[in-house]
């Protein structure tokens, strides 16, 4: 397993560093040695926090803390890690596929039960051709938390958001 651990505006100390290293190879018997593991530890004025992502050839996982501990955030994470595992290996086993053996858990007495979502609602909409700012504005004026319209431009779908800290984000297609 390769484990890469970056520091935003935050000194990883060694202790730390070694905790991360030993608490993410104990995962690796169900992530599997080819995982590539990325730590990113930043803090800001009053909190600390942890984004780990975790990508394997089957499936891609992310979780991501923020606190006045690091070392909580750390356990925090990998809990929320571990159960992304178990959800996605309890769908392997349903779909009756390879999965890791669920009794070597780390952060679980018992193996918590999932429920497989399912679509509820379905919507169509055209989409309208316009540019980042008005795709802005039809978002504000909608009070949702996502928009899907058409670029005048590239004629490519886009997707404008609204950020956790206020500003907007766009996820363009290719």
């Known amino acids: 397993m390769k484990i890469e651990i970056l520091e935003r505006g935050y000194v990883v100390k060694d202790k730390l560093r070694g905790l991360i290293t030993k608490k993410l190879e104990k995962m690796e018997k169900y992530l599997g040695s080819d995982a590539n593991c990325r730590v990113v530890c930043s803090a800001t004025k ?76 379905r919507k169509d909409f055209e989409l309208s051709a316009m540019n980042d700012d008005d795709a802005v504005e039809a978002l504000e004026l909608l009070d949702k938390d996502f928009y899907v319209y058409k670029d005048k431009k590239t004629d490519s779908v886009k997707v404008v958001y609204r950020r956790n800290d206020g500003d907007y984000g766009v996820i363009a297609t290719h």
């Open 46 to 121: 009053q909190r600390e926090k942890m984004e780990v992502n975790v990508k394997t050839n089957n499936m891609f996982v992310r979780s991501e803390v923020e606190s006045d501990n690091m070392y909580a955030n750390l356990d925090v994470c990998l809990a929320r890690i571990e159960k992304q595992v178990v959800k996605h290996s309890t769908k392997l086993i349903d779909r009756k596929r390879n999965a890791i053996d669920l009794a070597d858990l780390l952060f679980f007495d018992e193996v918590p039960e999932f429920k497989a979502p399912k679509i509820t609602k």
